[in-house]
C-alpha cells in the first residue's frame, strides 16, 4: 500500500507562483510513475504532468506546459510541482498520483487527498 501527502496548495494572485509537495510512503518510491492531477468544480480528472521511474522523463498537459515543472528526489521519496505564471484557470484540487505503469495521463492506483489550488484574478 502506498500513502501519498500533498502539502504546499494557498491561494496566489495571477501571475504567482506557488510549489506542491507530495511525499511518498512507499517502498521503492524510485520504480513508480508520479503525476499531478488536478480537478476544477464541477470538472473531470484533468492530467497535469507526469514523471516516469524508467528514464524520468517528464510529461505535461499543454495547458501547463512552460510554466510548470515536476521533479522529484527519490532520496526523500518525494515529488514535486513548481507552478509559475498561473491563470484563474489553474484554480482546481490538485491530487498526486503513483503508479507502477509507465503511464501519463493514467489511470493511476495511489492518490493522495489532494491539496486546493485557487488563482484570484
Known amino acids: 500500500q502506498v500513502q501519498l501527502v500533498e502539502s504546499g496548495g494557498g491561494l496566489v494572485q495571477a501571475g504567482g507562483s506557488l510549489s506542491l509537495s507530495c511525499v511518498a510512503s512507499?517502498?521503492?518510491?524510485?520504480?513508480?510513475?508520479m503525476a499531478w492531477v488536478r480537478q476544477a468544480p464541477g470538472k473531470d480528472h484533468e492530467f497535469v504532468a507526469a514523471?516516469?521511474?524508467?528514464?524520468?522523463?517528464?510529461y505535461y498537459a499543454d495547458s501547463v506546459k512552460g510554466r510548470f515543472t515536476i521533479s522529484r528526489d527519490n532520496a526523500k521519496n518525494t515529488v514535486y510541482l513548481q507552478m509559475n505564471s498561473l491563470k484563474p484557470e489553474d484554480t482546481a484540487v490538485y491530487y498526486c498520483?503513483?503508479?507502477?505503469?509507465?503511464?501519463?495521463?493514467?489511470?493511476?492506483?495511489?492518490w493522495g487527498q489532494g491539496t486546493q489550488v485557487t488563482v484570484s484574478s
Open positions: 512507499a517502498r521503492a518510491f524510485s520504480s513508480y510513475t
Open positions: 514523471k516516469w521511474w524508467s528514464d524520468g522523463t517528464p
Open positions: 498520483a503513483a503508479d507502477r505503469g509507465l503511464t501519463t495521463t493514467g489511470p493511476y492506483k495511489y
